[in-house]
Structures are given as C-alpha cells and as structure tokens.
C-alpha cells in the first residue's frame, strides 16, 4: 500500500519506518526541513534502538521524506501523527493536528475517490468528532464517510522499545464508527503483523479507540503510584517492598508488570495523558479521585528521595551526584524526568549538583544550564557528599569502587539499580 504519514517525531518517525519494514511505499512529511533532509539521508532526529538501521535500509526507496503536504494526494491513507502538547491546566493544544489536518485536507480537496485519514495523535474524543473532522471536511470539501474516511487508531508505543512494540503489539485498536472502507484499508494495511503474530484487533468507535488510549495510560500511571505508595508504607515499617511485589505480580489479577516502585513515572505520555483526563473530567464537572492521587502520588516520590539525602547530609555548598537524567533508560528523552525535581530540591538546598546521563546530558542543560555534567558516572561521583540514582541505567548496577572516590558516600536509589555494599551508606527510596 501507499501510506503517508504526518509528523515525523518519535511515533510518526517508528510508524514510517516499520510501515516501510512490512513491504509498504511510505511518504513521510514534516514541515521541518532538517527533519526531512535527515530521513532522506537515511537518519533519524531522534534516539530510538532498531530505528537507525531501519531507516537507513529504506531511505530513497520504500522511505521517502517531504515538506510537501500535497504529496498525501498519491497515497491510499495518511495518518496524522502530530503531537499535542499539554497547556498550563493540563488540557491538550490540538493547534499542531488541526494544522495538520487543515493541510492534508487541502492536498486531497481535488483527487477523485476515497481517501482515509486515521488520526495516531492522542486526543480526547470530543477533539475528534469537534475539530478534526470539521477541519478536514471544510478543507477538502468532502463529506466524512463518503469520500472522505477518518479513523482512530492509537499507538501503544513505549520510547526505549518502540519499533518491537509496533512488530509485536499486545493489541491493534481500530476506530471507524462503522467505515467498511476504512476497516478493509487497516485490516489491509496490519495484515502482515495480524497473521504472523495473530494480533488481537479491537475494532470499535471512534470516540472509544481515542479513550482506550487514555484508559490504558491513566491505568498503568495509578498501578504505578499504588505501588510506589505501598512502597512508601513499607518503607516506613522495614519492609522491602519489592519482595513484597514480587509475591503480588504472582496473582494474575495483579501481574507483575509495573510494579517496580521507586521515584516514579515520566515521559512525554504518562503526565501529559493523565492530566488531559483529569482536566476534561474537571471539566464535565466530574472529580477523577483515583487519578488525582496517582499524579498527586508522583509529585510526592522525587520530594522523599530528597528528603532521605537531607537524613544523611546537609547540602548546602556541597557536590551531589545525581545519576541518570533521561525519564527511562534506552532513550534521550526527558520529558517528565524525575531528575528534573531532584535538582530543582538540590539547587533550592543550595547544593552544587553534578549530573550524568549517557544519552541526555545535551538535552538537559538546556533547561538547565547551570549545573556541571560529567562525562561519567566515576567523574560525578568523584568527590561527591551524597549522590541520588534517578535513572535506571543497567551501567549503573556495574558500579563499585566509584564510590570509594567519593567525599561522604551516601546514596540515595530511587530505581533500586545500585547494589549496597560495605563502606556506603545506602538507602532505597522505598525498600
């Protein structure tokens, strides 16, 4: 098939490649030029494992980039795959995707037939049904349903393991109200995926595939803040935590998935997801109480891992260590880094932070410029009075005698990724 896909960030640059990696001609269009240059060069803008090489294996081929929206003329289906960044209270700004929606209107207004739009950004589905469908059907001119189809189908896409969650998903979720052209062209599309893995597809409404995207997030962020707050009470009483949830993950009503306690979530989905539903709830005048805690829940753990550093030492004007600044290992992405409060709690302490993160360092000192990074984990620690480990990085279980160079060995794990060890003063945050 013919695909295009609209926005190439972390999802849109994963769907084109693995679009293209299932024997699909893929046009990727993006409105920024670098971009563009970059996918045609065969290279990504962005830190993904298995992307690079699949990207490159197709670029100039089955892979093909463009600024031009007209370009969505010539293909069967367009997913629209723009982001939609959270405002101050929380709600999404779908300005970006209507924007988007606008253009891919405009491209198709003249070609005879049907042409599917499926929309792959996370949006509630007043947004949907409110905006872009609206949008697409002024700038086009077609009616939706006749020759204009317009899908849901959310993606499921974790950074640090994006392209193996596409090739082997839990599950396809497909949108269409009803569409039998727009089911036939995604059944047509997945094939490939649905019969050599036998793929569980949900197929259902519009308005329900975007909430399951919600749904599925908003559950996995509270499963993660219960046991980051069981592990808060079992910290208090003695008890390590973990082994307490490795019995629980034993229960298949539980499952022993997401029950790492620690510091807690991050990324570009989780806050931004759970906020949008908290404030569209807010707004129908309804009181989310599970999520209000699970986020309330995930605002307090970076606040006790700075309170266990204040037990052992006083920081003011001294060197801490603070391990790992990506919100997960595997990426560079640190949206809705835990590190971010650490070191906005240490720097209001007055204490004079060292930072390392083997991918995000660059990233972070944008935002935070006045802080020292290291080239190491060895180098931040090397005279540090206390050290906090945000980031699960697997190098950071390897280390040992790095913390013999440090002034006042103290650490503080709030990932459970360091061994203690005779001659350090250790503490998990909840074990």
Known sequence: MNVSVVGSGYVGTTLAACFADLGH??????????????????????HEPGLDPMVSAYAGSSLQATTDHA????????????????????????????????????????????????????VLPDVIDDEVIPTLEEASGKTDGEKLGVAVNPEFLREGSAVDDFMSPDKIVIGTDGDGRALDLLAELYQPLISDWDVPTVETG????????????????????????????????????YEVAEAMGMDDRIGEK?????????????????????????????DPAMVNAAIEINDVQPQRLL??????????GKRVAVLGLAFKPGTDDIRGSRAKPVI????????????????????????????????????ALDGAHAAAAV?????????????????????????????????????????
Request: aromatic content about 8%.
């Open 25 to 46: 001609d893929v046009t990727a269009v993006d409105i920024d030029k670098e971009t563009v240059e970059r996918l045609n060069a065969g290279e990504t803008t962005i």
């Open 71 to 122: 370009a969505v003329a010539d293909t069967d289906l367009t997913f629209l795959a723009v982001g939609t960044p959270a405002r101050r209270d929380g709600s999404i700004d779908p300005s970006g995707l209507l924007a988007a929606a606008e253009d891919v209107g405009e491209a198709i207004a003249d070609k005879d037939g049907y042409h599917l739009v499926v929309v792959k950004s996370t």
């Open 206 to 241: 519009r308005r329900e595939a975007a909430m399951i995207k919600y749904a599925n997030n908003t559950f996995l962020a509270a499963k993660i803040s219960l046991i980051n707050d069981l592990g808060n009470i079992c910290k208090e009483f003695g008890v390590d935590t």
């Open 258 to 286: 997401f029950l790492n306690s620690g510091v807690g979530w991050g990324g570009s989905c989780f806050p931004k997801d759970t906020a949008a539903l908290r404030a569209a709830a807010q707004t129908a005048n309804y």
């Open 307 to 316: 309170g266990l550093i204040d037990e052992h030492v006083d920081v003011e």
């Open 344 to 379: 906005e709690g240490l720097q209001d302490r007055g204490a004079d932070v060292v930072a390392y993160d083997p991918l995000a360092a660059d990233k972070m000192a944008e935002e935070f410029p006045n802080i020292e990074y290291a080239d190491s984990a060895a180098e």
């Open 391 to 431: 980031t699960d990085w697997p190098a950071f279980a390897e280390l040992n005698t790095e913390f013999d160079e440090m002034a006042n060995p103290v650490v503080v794990d709030g990932r459970r990724i360091i061994s203690r060890r005779e001659g350090l003063t250790y503490e998990g945050l909840t074990w």
